[in-house]
């Protein structure tokens, strides 16, 4: 795809989420990520995400993390985790979830839906939990996927 296609991609994919994440309620979970709360009972996220991985001391990113529901889920198994999203309307949601659940939260960046707005290698994990199969543009993950590696 040109540069092109993929700015105005990337634009309309931003606009997307901007607009809906303002939505998003404590009580209104679903916009952005849809099933919020199913998702989260969803268990074989929990035992085989970071099956046979030893975690605990380990610092993580999650790439797409929209309004902070596995901040929540996955706090305590790591030592900190930190979050993109292309969306500061995600950001500012994630935010109030994990005051809401009185949870810390790492570091939270605006990403610009191809790439890693932090340093490289100062992340033991990187993950993606129902997000990249909402980038339809092949070049668009192969960059996500490069820079992560």
């Known amino acids: 795809m ?9 634009t ?13 309620t404590t009580e209104n979970r679903d916009p952005v990520v849809g099933s919020f709360d199913a998702h989260n009972k969803f268990q074989p996220y929990v035992e085989v995400l970071f099956r046979e991985i030893d ?18 889920r996955y706090q305590g198994r790591f030592k900190r985790i930190d979050g993109t999203d292309i969306s500061q309307h995600n950001l500012d949601k994630a935010v109030e979830w994990c005051n809401h659940n009185n949870v810390s939260y790492g570091n ?13 290698d100062q992340y033991d994990v990187v993950f993606s939990v129902i997000c990249l199969q909402h980038i339809c543009v092949y070049d668009i993950r192969f960059a996500i996927f490069k820079e992560a590696y």
């Open 2 to 10: 040109s540069e092109e296609g993929i700015s105005k991609y990337l």
């Open 12 to 24: 309309m994919q931003k606009t997307f989420y901007d607009i809906v994440a303002q939505t998003w």
């Open 55 to 72: 975690t605990e001391l380990s610092v993580a990113l999650e790439y797409g993390g929209g309004p902070g529901r596995n901040l929540v």
């Open 108 to 120: 939270l960046k605006v990403c610009d839906g191809k790439s890693i707005p932090f340093d490289d």
